[in-house]
């Protein structure tokens, strides 16, 4: 469960972090043509669909599968061929984001703008989810979290304390996190150190059960991430409470791979665009619902890259390259 709150799959290096990301969903085509070194376009066939993030309950799974099979019908009669049913493994999706015949996944804005744009890899666009109603579309932030039952005011109050951070390579859980802790203290502050230590928990899940526990005493939570477990683990929350929030930043970005051509990557926008904004029947709006979506954006490359570089620059150029 906690693969899906952002914080599994493979790290790999860049030049300052572990490039991690938070995922919604990942399609790759495997069809003999593209193997063969051809475009990914119209006849991906065998191709691999799963939707892995968020699904926190049972209710989500439904509403995920509801939600794929409308946007499956969408996409083959516009001609782009995907499977019947999605797939629910435990392997790495790490690969599957720089794999060549990728179709459709999501990612982190972090590990996008770190790693896997410079790989080729291509954006389809950005979901809107109503939790971040009041933000320009397609655009979130974290929620940064304590115990309920502690005195904090303000992250002036965390120093010294425990930190906790879903992983090093995610933009909701770091680099927004160290952007608002930046702003927060001053240099000389910064240089010496904020936090007593400063843990890494695996997910955004693990890390609400561990300040709900008081394992840790802060961490910065996706704000969607946030809302399904407030709604779907209400026990749990309740232990917690929101301190502030992170500076904004584009969410969580959908891709495609190096080879998927332009044609194919306007008819995923075309059909994406369609399920979420005009659900054809009850079902699917009953599943939009749980999900929390409400529209979809293309947000481009170059937007990606210069507000994830401004979150990571504001703390940098204030001498706190990392959460400490």
Known sequence: MDKLLCGAGKTWRNSIHTAMACFVFAAIATNSQAQQGANVSDGAHNAVVSLPMYEVSDSMKKADNIFWSRLREKLASQGVDAPMALERTSGDLADQWQDEHLLLSQTCGY?????????????????????????????????????????????????????????????????????????????????????????????????????????????AIDSVSYDLIKRDYPELAAKTRVLTSTPVSPGLPLITGARTDDKTIDKMRAAIKEVVTHPADADLRWALGEMKLKDFVVIDAQTYHQRIYQLEDSAINKGYPALK
């Open 111 to 219: 590990p996008y703008t770190h790693t896997l744009m410079q790989r080729g890899v291509k954006i389809v666009g950005t979901l809107v989810y109503t939790t971040n109603d009041g933000l320009a579309p397609g655009e979130y932030r974290s929620v940064i979290i304590v115990k309920a039952d502690t005195p904090y005011k303000t992250l002036a109050d965390l120093k010294g304390k425990k930190a906790g951070v879903n992983e090093m390579g995610s933009n909701s859980g770091m680099n927004a996190f160290r952007a608002a802790v930046a702003a927060s203290f001053s240099a000389n502050e910064l240089k010496q150190g904020i936090f007593s230590s400063v843990i890494t928990t695996g997910g955004h899940m693990k890390s609400v059960r561990m300040v709900a526990d008081g394992q840790i005493d802060v961490a």
